[in-house]
């Protein structure tokens, strides 16, 4: 367990070194232990990411304002007001549906919550997320919600193989983005661009990323 911790502490460490001071590393901790997430906020991450609601709210409530809390997972609208009472960002808002609902929760606990939009930009590689084509129109509408501030997109890429595949995914989500920050809309501020895994960070720096999820180079091989 010491050991475990002390691997950890190196790793971030090592990460961190790499990334330029603009880029906020999320730690993604699905399948970890408390222990493991401890160490590595220890080691002085503020950003953790969670894919389900059942596994980051006892993590959360030990772990609490120690860190800042990222729904990266794909989110279902009846787990939405957990979100809405214990997320600091929510990086997967795939739909007008959930962003309505979302909406509705935060309003009843008088929250303004930060969201991204996440970009199907593999089409075939996963399956969540919004089209490129039909982003603008979300964001317009996501624009006019009260309880939600949209500050920007965040996208998967595949997850194995060479990591200069990923590049096309990235670069697709890149243009989404500065087409919309082009556009100004009011209420939105377009200012993270969340891209890149263990495998494609360095190539998602390259192509504009400013927000990297890392769950394998931090804590190690996940269980199968
Ligand atoms: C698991 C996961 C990551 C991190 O993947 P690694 O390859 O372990 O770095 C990043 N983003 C999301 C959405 C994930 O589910």
Not at 23 to 50: M, P, Q, S, W
Not at 190 to 204: H, Q, T
Request: proline share 4%; glycine share 6%.
């Amino acid at each position: 367990m010491e050991q475990n911790t002390l691997r950890i502490a190196e790793s971030v460490l090592k990460i961190q070194s790499q990334l330029p001071p603009d880029v906020i590393l999320v730690a993604a901790a699905k399948t970890r232990t408390l222990a493991e997430v401890e160490a590595v906020v220890e080691a002085g991450v503020k950003h953790i990411g969670y894919n389900y609601l059942q596994e980051a709210l006892p993590i959360i409530d030990v772990i609490g304002e120690r860190a800042t809390w990222h729904m990266i997972g794909h989110l279902q609208t009846n787990k939405a007001k957990y979100v809405a009472a214990f997320f600091d960002m929510c990086q997967t808002i795939d739909s007008w549906h959930l962003a309505k609902y979302l909406n509705h929760r935060c309003e009843m606990v008088d929250r303004i919550l930060p969201v991204l939009i996440e970009i199907n930009s593999g089409e075939e590689s996963n399956k969540t997320g919004v089209l490129p084509e039909k982003v603008d129109e979300l964001s317009e509408k996501i624009s006019r919600l009260s309880h939600l501030k949209l500050q920007g997109l965040m996208t998967m890429g595949p997850r194995f193989g060479e990591p200069e595949k990923s590049r096309p995914y990235f670069q697709l989500t890149r243009q989404a983005f500065e087409r919309l920050k082009a556009k100004a809309l009011p209420g939105v501020e377009m200012k993270y661009l969340s891209m890149g895994m263990s495998n494609s960070y360095r190539i998602a720096i390259e192509e504009g990323a400013n927000i990297v999820r890392i769950g394998t180079k931090l804590f190690g091989e996940r269980e199968a």
